[in-house]
């Protein structure tokens, strides 16, 4: 997603020691051309200092080239970005990954998945690839919601019946973003594309029991932190780990494509409610990452959902762990 500089090869060292890599990661990119569409395992596991965090994937979004998807910028200007990254340019590709944080003895589900076959036709793995990572639906003490976008939320609902699947789960979300959504004269207010969403949400997430509505800066469980990340929806947040001197950032959509957005976060996409926003809370969470030497995960990376940031002017480069 971005050339080689000298600043890329001084800051490698830096990364590895993030990513618990032994010597120096080298930032390159032939190997990454080959990266497939859909990975050949199922979950991948790393720790950031006493948290074991397992990355699980739940399926990918093969969407279709559409000039609307990032505002004022040509079909062709993002095919050349994702071909300089090395992914496919037959469509968009929107891998979605779930994470879930083991720590204090409690199981931590960040977002809840888009549903077995509720958002994309493929993105049905989520229930086999935890099962796989030896983690049992039931067992899921806390959900932390970034946003109520469909392939965030819609896990949280059985197909057809809208049944919760965590009824006795801790739903913990921001409550601007809840107060937003749950608005009885929202759905009238919605655009026709959002309004089924919409509508689901009013209809549904009201009735439950089992929400907490925190406050920006909250601290949500013990070491876990909520940051309002506003701009992709109006409550969209973000969720920080400490364990020791080691943090990891769950960024969800902050950057939700990083081959384009990291060389370009000055592109506003259309599912950015305030495209201004959004700019500016990617800056700002993207340059705190690096400025504090953060571990990242983001919902849209490339499987396992993780990488590495670097300072590129006023971009920035990526480089996704790969296995």
Do not use: C
Not at 18 to 41: D, I, N, Q, S
Not at 145 to 160: A, C, N, R, T, Y
């Amino acid at each position: 997603m971005f050339s080689m500089t000298r600043r890329t090869v001084l800051q490698s060292a830096a990364a590895a020691a993030a990513f618990g890599l032994a010597g120096k990661l080298e930032f390159t990119r032939p190997a990454f051309a080959e990266t497939p569409v859909e990975p050949t395992v199922g979950f991948y596991k790393y720790t950031v200092g006493d948290i074991e965090v397992t990355a699980i994937y739940d399926g990918i979004w093969k969407k279709p080239h559409d000039p609307a998807f990032i505002k004022d910028v040509s079909v062709e200007d993002t095919k050349a970005a994702l071909a300089k990254a090395g992914l496919t340019t037959e469509f968009m590709p929107i891998p979605l990954t779930v994470v879930v944080l083991k720590m204090g003895g409690k199981l931590i589900m960040m977002d809840a998945g888009s549903g077995v076959g509720q958002w994309q036709a493929n993105a049905t793995h989520l229930p086999a690839n935890m099962a796989a990572a030896g983690i049992d639906y039931k067992a899921i003490d806390t959900i932390m919601i970034s946003h109520f976008h469909p392939d965030h939320v819609w896990g949280l609902m059985e197909k057809g019946t809208n049944t919760p699947v965590f009824p006795n789960a801790e739903l913990i979300v921001n409550a601007t973003e809840y107060n937003w959504w749950t608005d009885p004269s929202r759905l009238a207010k919605l655009p026709e594309g959002r309004k089924p969403a919409g509508k689901r949400i009013a209809e549904n997430f009201p009735k439950w029991k089992n929400w907490k509505l925190v406050e920006d800066g909250a601290e949500v469980a013990p070491g876990i932190q909520i940051i309002a990340a506003p701009g992709h929806t109006p409550g969209h947040s973000v969720y920080l780990a400490n364990s020791g001197k080691e943090q990891l950032m769950i960024s969800a959509d902050t950057m939700y494509v990083p081959a384009l957005l990291a060389p370009h976060p000055e592109w506003q996409g259309a599912y950015d409610q305030d495209g201004p926003t959004a700019i500016t809370t990617r800056h700002k969470i993207i340059d705190r990452v690096i400025a504090d030497n953060i571990r990242i995960s983001g919902s849209h990376f490339p499987f396992p959902g993780t990488g590495v940031f670097v300072k590129d002017g006023n971009a920035y480069g990526f480089t996704p762990v790969q296995i």
